[in-house]
């Protein structure tokens, strides 16, 4: 094999195996490159604070670009329809939020649920949500985080049936009193000033996120795979032609006739 490999033919064939390995490692780096330069890094303002209506709208899908924009919003909120949600983590203690039913009149009218503070128990929480109610009513303004709606979680088999654990949009309406078939935001806000002497609420901006141009990293893969592929087919040449001689000399020496 070795002397094969030294004849000028086959070192030739080499040279031209790793100029065509070469310029396709370089092609492999190429695609590299514009998966790193095309990833997408989901940075928004998240932390200015806009009006709600530039964020969303009644009836429609919360999205993207809308999860965790910080808001603010005119409107009044309603007495009666506060509730506790119960199982939320607060900088890692789980507790109660109240959330109270909030109308937006600044904006395209319609409900808005409002997460208004945090409580370490259910009694706290209670006793705010109905100091709360008592002083409800009247045109105030809410600055907060914007959040999707959240799904519905059925109780456990022998927990309260009328308990929440999500502030889902879709239970909310159903238990807000008068409330027919009016809009709704199919999210919530938390509330960057707590109220009825409850807790702040934890709500840290969303994590900027990057996202690879995968399929260009497939393509740089694929060409590291066909320089690979040259030089081992350069190798295999060699193999079968040293294979051939050695058939070729074994046929003459198998024809040579005996004296």
Sequence with gaps: MLKMMLRPRW???LLLALAVAAGFALLGQWQLDRAIEQAVVDERPTEEVR???EVAQPDGFTTQAATGQRVEVAGSFVRGDTVIVEGRLNEGETGYWVVAHFEV???APGGLPVALGWARDADTAREAAVRFDAGAGGETDVVGRFLPSEAPVLPGEG????AMQ????AQLINVWADFDDRPVYFGYVTSTEPAAGLEAISSPPPEASVELNWLNVFYAVEWVVFAGFAVFLWYRLVRDAVERERDEAEAETAGTPQG
């Design 166 to 169: 999500t502030v889902a949009v």
């Design 11 to 13: 070192v030739l064939a």
């Design 159 to 162: 927990d309260d049936p009328f």
């Design 105 to 107: 009149s600044d904006a």
């Design 51 to 53: 009006p709600l209506g």
